[in-house]
């Protein structure tokens, strides 16, 4: 029955959401607005549906919260030019798809955000390697207990969760909780 499948998704769903860890979302304001206090770029990257959850926190912050302000964020997701990311997976390797753009704009002290619902995919901790490697600040957005990413990250913000869909579902609230507390906490 689709009311019975619908139930059951939401109700997994919340004890997905249930364990979000409030610290590790403080960590993750904290370097948002770190970022912005030091006038940093703030770089995100994901494969998937994470990547689709990349480029829509790129949009909710750059627009969402910088709109009308003085003092903006610099945010780009490294998921948004097609012919870069096709030219390197075609040329180079797809491996390279991130980290590659990366080595053409990262400055210290500029932030890495990386998304990968298993914590493992590739290309995302290349980018996240290199960022620690040249004095970028790196935080991973993760399920599946964090995998690598988490490990390879200075901060996190892991599920437990093994369920990727639930996974990139809590991705998105995520994103939208901090989008909408930055909002109504930026400077004018």
Known sequence: ??????KEY????????EQIRPEEFEDFAGELQGALSRG???FICGNGGSGATASHFAADINKGVSYGRSRRFKV???NDNLPTITAYANDVSFEDVFVEQLKNFLSPDDLVIAISGSGNSRNVLKAVDYANANGGRTFGICGYGGGELKKACGKSLSLESMDMQKVEDAH???IHCVMQ???DRAAE
């Not at 029955?1 to 619908?6: C, I, V």
């Not at 939401?10 to 959401?17: F, K, V």
């Open 40 to 42: 940093a770029y703030i």
């Open 172 to 174: 998105v609230v995520l």
């Open 10 to 17: 939401l109700q997994d769903l919340g004890r997905a959401l």
């Open 181 to 183: 507390y930055l909002r």
């Open 1 to 6: 029955m689709p009311k019975t499948f619908l």
């Open 76 to 78: 780009i997701s490294l």
